[in-house]
């Protein structure tokens, strides 16, 4: 197993607020571009694969389909949730994209991260999100065809998951997202 700079406890880690780290990306647009705050750590994210992207328009699709009136999704965008700016694959964010000109949101009705090579990251991701109050956080394992589903935030942490297969039915705005037929 390969060791990272954050297991040497002899190394320390200057954090950043979400204020600085939105100046540096202002500053340095091409540097940061690829990049989201994560408890006050600069992470560089990961390419996108063409299965991640097939996942994300698949999901979108079948969300646009059920979403009720007011609630909007965005697709890599940013969410502002407490000492972090996460940019998850699909939030589902509360009202018009026209509430946010001026300001990111900093909730969502529910977050969706694909993961194919970033399961650690993204399950670790889950008590940001709950600490943000997301009310519904999904992981979607495309190696494992499972989709985890956390619920319920209290405290900083999710109360309930849920697992479901590709093969069953995963309950959203009271309608359900099928990933059978992939």
Request: proline share 4%; with cysteine; aromatic share 12%.
């Amino acid at each position: 197993m390969q060791s990272t700079i954050l297991d040497f406890p002899e190394v320390k880690l200057t954090k950043i607020s979400v204020k600085d780290y939105e100046l540096l990306c202002r500053q340095n647009p091409t540097q940061y571009e690829k990049t989201e705050l994560f408890e006050g750590v600069i992470v560089e994210k990961i390419t996108k694969s063409s299965a991640h992207i097939f996942f994300k328009h698949y999901l979108v699709h079948s969300l646009r389909g059920i979403l009720p009136s007011g609630f909007f999704i965005q697709e890599e965008d940013s969410v502002r949730l407490g000492g972090s700016e996460l940019e998850p694959d699909i939030s589902v964010i509360y009202g018009s994209f026209l509430d946010y000109k001026n300001t990111l949101p900093e909730t969502a009705r529910l977050i969706i991260e694909i993961s194919i090579s970033s399961l650690n990251y993204d399950r670790e991701k889950a008590n940001a999100y709950a600490k943000g109050n997301v009310e519904e956080y999904w992981i979607v394992d495309v190696d494992n065809k499972k989709v985890e589903v956390f619920t319920s935030p209290q405290n900083g942490n999710y109360l309930d998951k849920k697992i479901y297969t590709f093969q069953e039915e995963i309950p959203a705005f009271e309608k359900i997202v099928s990933l059978k037929e992939i």
